[in-house]
């Protein structure tokens, strides 16, 4: 990371969200892809990776937390693991600031960080200050566990480093079970065997002068009988990667070149190289999501080799890498789906006025003809209060906007955030202040029941806001009923409409059809036909928008007794797509029957 403070608030121009994993089935065709970036619960940087005993990979990164004031508001260490490089779990936080009790009383100031396995236990290795004069302070704190992901208390730290310039330790451990430390930055890079303790330094403590233009977040590997030493250098502006091989694990090093061009939107980078699987993967962040430099979020991307061991320059693409196992369980949303806008199944929609009894607002916030204007400034918000959750988890929230200018972005808190992180939210710009054509979606969190609390913060732009939608899914066993005297209901083939029931369905080529039937998230719904028949026995063939082979569904329906003895009832399982625009068609022909509703059950 970088060690100059930011200390400048900017604003997003994409939707980064924190929150739990749309698992779908991946086909032999196309394969599931992991999206970047892969940390969508968190705005995250400088990430480590690590392969332990239980197979699983580890990601050790720094918070960059929202709304950011720059790097020294870094804190509060999370970690993230995956089976399978496509499904990541957000193992929790592990470390703080307030954890620390040497470190300086201001807190903040937790940068990129690292891990190693030694005999039962796990170390974190973190740089921090000690004292209010951070640059001049820093320290490789040492926190330890007998798990991977948790439960870490600080040991202390390392002793007899110097105490400027000391920051992104990376530890790793040789072939023969001996550990090395590697730290440095503006400029400067170190290296030195670690003791048997793994918190004090054996040997030497050698800089690594002949290294092309470095800077800082050093990464050591080893593959084959050849040492990697990668690292961020110098390029003014757009930090690049750089690596360096060697035949000993301290070097001396020979220059080999760049192997990651600068990232998107941040000066900054920072990455760990890692193999998992058979396959080598690169990990680095860049801040394409919230075009804001201290912002950042962790992507992936293979890494191949040249038959003499150079690295080819790494891609970096949207796709990220292909799933290396089944699919999973995950708590990250995958941004790869995100902004596909994979949203469909949201179809519980709520809609509240930005004048409504529920909503307030305030901080230099001001009403308007039913709009929420001046949100551009510090502290102004909008609360909306009792809010159902239906059976609680995730929840769609949709800002409906205005606004001149081109990067803003809202602060979400919802009460169902277990984070506590917050949920950030881009609204481009649309052009004019009276142009509320915005529209801006980001998955949130929300408890079970109506109690619900949502809040936009402002104060990174500005945005009118005229309207705030919250959309469920379905629950499991809802049923939707349509009269065939709904404007959704078209009919013809000699089928009419009397009163309210669709009649004449024995003609040949007779039908009538429901259009924007709601899916819920698509799969088997139970269709049910309540009619009216003279007929002992009628059929008629249905056809629906998710029916997976194309050739319809059966329905029979026996005599009720009567035309207008509207008892009858007749139930069959259907399919349908996802979302509100399924279709289902029923054509006769085959016997009489008067329908006056059709019910929609679905996930019976």
């Known amino acids: 990371m970088r060690k100059k403070p930011w200390n400048v608030l900017l604003s997003g121009t994409m939707v980064l969200s924190f929150f739990f994993c749309l698992i779908s089935p991946s086909s032999a065709e196309e394969p599931a892809m992991s999206g970047n970036p892969i940390f969508t619960s968190m705005f995250t940087a400088d990430p480590s990776a690590h392969v332990w005993s239980d197979g699983r990979i580890y990601v050790y990164p720094s918070h960059d937390i929202f709304p950011s004031r720059g ?64 640059n001049n302070t820093w320290k490789i704190g040492v926190a330890t566990s007998d798990k991977p992901a948790a439960d870490f208390t600080v040991q202390g730290y390392i002793q007899g480093l110097p105490g400027s310039n000391l920051i992104d330790p990376s530890v790793f451990r040789d072939d023969d079970g001996s550990y090395y430390l590697y730290a440095g930055g503006g400029a400067v890079s170190y290296g030195a065997k670690l003791g048997a303790d793994m918190m004090s330094i054996d040997g030497p403590l050698l800089q690594f002068t002949e290294l092309e233009d470095f800077h800082e977040a050093a990464w050591v590997f080893k593959r084959g009988s050849l040492y990697y030493l990668m690292y961020a250098d110098g390029n003014p502006g757009a930090n690049r990667m750089r690596y360096a091989t060697s035949s000993h694990p301290l070097g001396p090093w020979t220059n080999r070149g760049v192997l990651l061009d600068p990232v998107s939107h941040s000066e900054t980078t920072h990455g760990s190289i890692v193999q998992y699987k058979g396959h080598w993967y690169l990990f680095y962040h860049d801040a394409k999501v919230s075009s804001n430099g201290t912002l950042r979020s962790v992507n992936v991307a293979e890494v191949n080799f040249n038959p003499d061991g150079t690295i080819q320059k790494v891609v970096q693409t949207p796709d990220g890498v292909a799933a290396i196992g089944p699919r999973s369980y995950a708590t990250e949303v995958k941004y790869y789906d995100l902004v596909n806008e994979n949203f469909d ?159 004449n369905m024995h003609i040949p080529g007779s039908y009538f059809q429901l259009t924007g039937i709601d899916g819920g998230t698509g799969g088997q719904a139970l269709l049910t036909v309540v009619y009216g028949s003279a007929d002992n026995q009628s059929t008629f063939q249905v056809h629906s928008s998710g029916d997976p082979t194309g050739n319809g569904y059966s329905l029979t329906l026996p005599g009720t007794g009567g035309w207008s003895t509207y008892t009858g009832s007749a139930s069959r399982l259907i399919g349908l797509n996802p979302g509100t625009s399924n279709v289902i068609r029923f054509e006769g022909g085959m016997g009489g029957a008067n329908v006056t509703r059709v019910v929609v059950k679905l996930n019976p």
Request: no cysteine; hydrophobic share 35%.
């Open 71 to 134: 790097s020294d508001l870094m804190d509060k260490y999370h970690v993230f693991s995956s089976d399978n490089m496509v499904d990541w779990v957000d193992e929790g936080e592990i470390l703080r600031a307030d954890d620390v009790p040497w470190g300086r009383p201001e807190g903040g100031f937790m940068w990129a960080p690292d891990a190693a396995y030694k005999d039962g236990t796990y170390y974190f290795y973190f740089p921090h200050p000690s004292g209010t004069n951070w």
């Open 345 to 503: 199944q949201y179809t519980l929609k709520t809609e509240y006025a930005m004048d409504a009894g529920n909503v307030a607002i305030g901080g230099g916030a001001t009403r308007s003809g039913g709009n929420v204007e001046n949100m551009h400034n510090q502290g102004s918000y909008i609360q909306l209060s009792g809010i159902d959750g239906g059976a609680g988890g995730k929840a769609l929230l949709t800002v409906l906007y205005a606004s001149a200018d081109n990067g803003t972005a809202f602060k979400v808190d919802a009460s169902g955030d277990t984070a506590g992180d917050g949920y950030f939210l881009a609204l481009p710009g649309t052009g004019g202040w009276g142009n509320y054509t915005g529209r801006a979606n980001r998955l949130v969190d929300l408890n079970p029941g109506a109690n619900n609390v949502i809040k936009l913060s402002g104060g990174m732009g500005g945005a009118n806001v005229s309207r705030v939608i919250v959309s469920l899914v379905p629950a499991a066993g809802q049923e939707t009923e349509y009269p065939v005297t709904g404007g959704n209901v078209t009919f013809g083939g000699g089928a009419t409409r009397s009163g309210a029931s669709i009649e």
